[in-house]
């Protein structure tokens, strides 16, 4: 198994950014076409990535800090709900937050696949934090030869 390591600077406080990891319109502005999430340890995640369903359950939730959450996809026998790690770690900058995702328990075989997701979501995630409306997410896990 291996693990993943994505960051980016947001001009954006860390109670900003920490809502669009826990609230369904904050997720899917940045990440999927549809969200159910329960923001409270054992709780349920499930996101729809680009026809991918994402689903696991949300492990840890400390405000303004870090989200945890299991990861996997119901299609997917390589790596299913449930089966991966991703923390989201917030730490406050002066000019707003460094968020660093953290992806651990990947197959090898999935490494590369989720690299080219994380380098696609994020920009997003930063755009709508600080208020400016991502463009339409075209980017498909196909066309990168692996999924989220």
């Known amino acids: 198994m ?11 406080p860390p109670e900003r950014v920490f809502e669009f990891l826990i609230t369904e319109d904050g997720m899917t502005q940045w990440m999927g076409t549809r969200a159910s999430l329960e923001p409270v ?11 991918y369903r994402a689903r696991g359950s949300f492990l840890e939730v400390d405000p303004y800090r870090r989200v945890t959450v299991t990861w996997g996809f119901v299609e ?9 790690t991703v923390s ?27 690299a080219a997701g994380w380098a696609n979501f994020l920009p997003r995630l930063g755009l709508a934090a600080t208020d400016h409306r991502p463009p339409v997410d075209t980017w498909t896990p196909r066309a990168e030869g692996a999924t989220t």
């Not at 997917?76 to 991966?84: N, R, V």
């Not at 460094?98 to 490494?111: C, R």
């Open 76 to 84: 997917s026998a390589e790596l299913p709900p449930g089966a991966s």
């Open 2 to 12: 291996a693990e993943h390591r994505s960051s980016i600077d947001i001009e954006a």
């Open 41 to 51: 340890p054992g709780g349920a995640f499930a996101v729809d990535i680009a026809g």
């Open 88 to 114: 989201f770690e917030l730490t406050p900058t002066a000019a707003g937050t460094h968020l660093e995702v953290v992806h651990t328990d990947l197959p090898d075989s999935e490494v590369t696949g989720h």
